[in-house]
């Protein structure tokens, strides 16, 4: 059993940065891909971020590439969304995923996971 908690949302305006920081914890993190989703109001669950704990090999949805930085630190086994030049689209709640998958790559394209974490709000105004 893996528990995630998210932080670090918030509301900011168009062009900001924000930090989201998961948490982890109940087991090894080692064979495990780490990811961000999100959902928007009235819209299904978006993949954002992932990256494979054993390696740090990482992808990115077309819509965040070049603006969010997924990142882990294995000491404090936490998993990091940096975000940059957020934009009003970028408003929805984000969540914590982990899953027992093979790459970063499979995460994105089957958009499933094992984990989630509960979520946290983040705000774009314009």
């Known amino acids: 059993q893996v528990h995630l908690v998210e932080s670090g949302g918030g509301l900011v305006q168009a062009g900001d940065s924000l930090r989201l920081s998961c948490a982890a914890s109940?087991?090894?993190?080692?064979?495990?891909?780490m990811g961000w989703f999100r959902q928007a109001p009235g819209k299904e669950t978006e993949f954002v971020a992932a990256?494979?704990?054993?390696?740090?090999?990482?992808h990115y949805a077309d819509s965040v590439k070049g603006r969010f930085t997924i990142s882990r630190d294995n000491a404090e086994n936490a998993v990091y969304l940096q975000m940059n030049s957020l934009k009003p689209e970028d408003t929805a709640v984000y969540y914590c995923?982990?899953?027992?998958?093979?790459?970063?790559?499979?995460?994105?394209?089957?958009?499933?996971?094992?984990?989630w974490g509960q979520g946290t709000q983040v705000t774009v105004s314009s």
């Open positions: 109940g087991r090894s993190l080692e064979s495990f891909v």
């Open positions: 995923a982990a899953d027992l998958g093979t790459s970063a790559q499979t995460m994105g394209a089957m958009g499933t996971a094992d984990y």
């Open positions: 990256i494979r704990w054993s390696g740090g090999t990482t």
